[in-house]
């Protein structure tokens, strides 16, 4: 910790520990655990990792390999790129945090276009600005919506729960088969039939789209609330702290 410089590590079956360092990381494990802490530019992990996690970032976050047990994000000032062969996802900033292990994803304050593609996982995302496009199956989706832009959303064998301000303007497109749709906004018309429901509109005057397509679940449109901004980082640590190991995950 506390050092000028890029740093690039390879381990295998240990901890890693980087904090306060003012330059790049870059990580590649077989079957290690990492935390990386207040870096100044890009973070990279790659391989067969066990825990990761990574707060207050600069630069870029490009995560790329096999994560057995937790990923863990918080505060990342530019983009983030992760991808398994399971889960593929990429957004613009996150101010908030990200969580995900292998059968949640649960994301705050998070600036798109986000893109994101993954499979038996219930997706919590409280809070996401811009551009959404997700994909996923055997699970639930629930997204709150900060700003609008447009959202297309894709789900198999699992229900979506959409909440956007009171206020917002978007125009809807939702369909569904073996499952229901309802709404807090009485402007849209809803179907729902025994086999397939649908609903359309326009929500104060329109504006980005909103398409919103199931299987085997239901949808709901509801009026919320925008999410309040994070609590500002902790103070920088200073050079004469002693890093911890990660800790042990307990999924």
């Known amino acids: 910790m506390g050092r000028d410089g890029n740093a690039d590590v390879e381990s295998h079956n240990g901890d890693i520990s980087i904090t306060d360092l003012n330059g790049s990381v870059t990580l590649n494990l077989d079957h290690s655990s990492a935390r990386v802490a207040q870096v100044s530019s890009d973070v990279?992990?790659?391989?067969?990792?066990?825990?990761?996690?990574?707060?207050?970032?600069?630069?870029?976050?490009?995560?790329?390999?096999?994560?057995?047990?937790?990923?863990?994000?918080?505060?990342?000032?530019?983009?983030?790129?992760?991808?398994?062969?399971?889960?593929?996802?990429?957004?613009t900033k996150l101010d908030g945090n990200l969580n995900l292990d292998s059968g949640d994803l649960e994301a705050n304050s998070l600036s798109g276009p986000l893109r994101?593609?993954?499979?038996s996982k219930d997706i919590t995302i409280n809070g996401v600005s811009g551009d959404v496009r997700l994909q996923n199956e055997n699970g639930a989706v629930e997204i709150h919506v900060n700003k609008m832009g447009n959202m297309e959303i894709t789900n198999n064998k699992g229900d979506i729960r959409m909440f956007v301000p009171q206020k917002a303007a978007f125009q809807l497109e939702a369909q569904?088969?073996?499952?229901?749709?309802?709404?807090?906004?009485?402007?849209?018309?809803v179907q729902?039939?025994?086999?397939?429901?649908?609903?359309?509109?326009?929500?104060?005057?329109?504006?980005?789209?909103?398409?919103?397509s199931n299987e085997h679940g239901n949808i709901e449109i509801r009026s919320g609330v925008p999410m309040p901004p994070p609590p500002p980082s902790v103070p920088k640590i200073s050079h004469g702290d002693i890093p911890q190991p990660p800790e042990a995950s307990e999924n």
């Open 44 to 91: 990279t992990v790659q391989g067969r990792a066990n825990d990761v996690s990574l707060e207050d970032v600069k630069g870029i976050v490009r995560l790329d390999g096999d994560f057995m047990e937790s990923v863990k994000l918080s505060r990342v000032a530019k983009a983030v790129n992760f991808k398994t062969s399971r889960t593929d996802m990429e957004f």
């Open 116 to 119: 994101l593609r993954t499979r």
């Open 176 to 189: 569904t088969r073996d499952g229901e749709i309802q709404t807090d906004f009485d402007s849209l018309k």
């Open 192 to 212: 729902n039939g025994d086999d397939r429901s649908s609903a359309t509109g326009s929500v104060n005057g329109g504006g980005p789209r909103m398409s919103l």
